[in-house]
């Protein structure tokens, strides 16, 4: 069963405008993180920002903001004032704690974000 | 401070070949791991490392070996190439299990024709 699922294939942002990215996660675990990382055309991976499952408070960084509903297990990404730079791919992804040992990261499929000028 | 490195940028195999993609990282961390990445799938999980002598499988591990025998290094060996296999690889590193940032490599492109 797919545990990161990211709808939006493709979105086109204004600039200057805000965006939400959306992640919904899956697990039966009670302790997880959530991460953002960005991909731009030049391949790095960039990490964003990090939500923990026990954090009460969502995590924002810079114009970087995590939407963080538990209940409804999603972790959308909203970016505030959009910039050319921006335009990117952008992956959630999802780390479970086990008693066993914490888990590797595992990705969704990636959201592609344009903004246009 | 080097970070993740990995070796080579790019590589072209003809089908049946093998060969190792190295990655290395200089900050001592415990956890690595090898993605790919293709068109439409974002990063799956190949091989993965909680510490030197440790390893296990991810998704998609057919067809590929790992080894740690150190902290620093952590190949990827690829036994057989095969076009499937065509992807790029990211070797990926973090100092725990925990909200700890996986820091990347800059990945191999590989192409097996």
């Known amino acids: 069963a797919q545990k990161i699922t990211q709808t939006q294939p493709g979105m086109f942002v204004q600039e200057k405008e805000a965006v939400t990215l959306d992640c919904t996660y899956d697990t039966s675990d009670q302790s997880y993180g959530l991460f953002w990382y960005k991909q731009p055309s030049s391949g790095e991976m960039i990490f964003l920002i990090y939500?923990?499952?026990?954090?009460?408070q969502n995590a924002t960084e810079g114009r970087y903001s995590l939407n963080f509903q538990k209940a409804r297990k999603s972790a959308n990404l909203v970016i505030s004032a959009s910039q050319l730079g921006d335009s990117a791919m952008y992956f959630c992804?999802?780390?479970?704690?086990?008693?066993?040992?914490?888990?590797?990261?595992?990705f969704g499929k990636g959201t592609r974000l344009s903004v246009i000028a | 401070n080097a970070g993740v490195t990995q070796t080579p940028k790019f590589q072209v195999l003809k089908t049946g070949q093998s060969m190792t993609l190295q990655c290395a990282q200089d900050m001592n961390h415990e956890y690595m791991s090898w993605y790919r990445q293709d068109p439409g799938m974002g990063l799956r999980l190949i091989h993965y490392?909680?510490?030197?002598?440790?390893?296990d499988q991810g998704e998609v591990p057919n067809g590929y070996n790992v080894s740690r025998s150190t902290t620093e290094d952590f190949p990827l060996r690829l036994l057989s190439a095969a076009p499937s296999q065509t992807s790029v690889y990211f070797c990926a590193s973090s100092s725990g299990g925990g909200p700890y940032e996986q820091y990347f490599g800059p990945g191999t492109r590989l192409t097996v024709t």
């Open positions: 939500q923990g499952s026990y954090d009460e």
């Open positions: 490392s909680v510490g030197a002598g440790i390893t």
């Open positions: 992804a999802m780390r479970e704690a086990r008693f066993s040992g914490n888990t590797p990261l595992v």
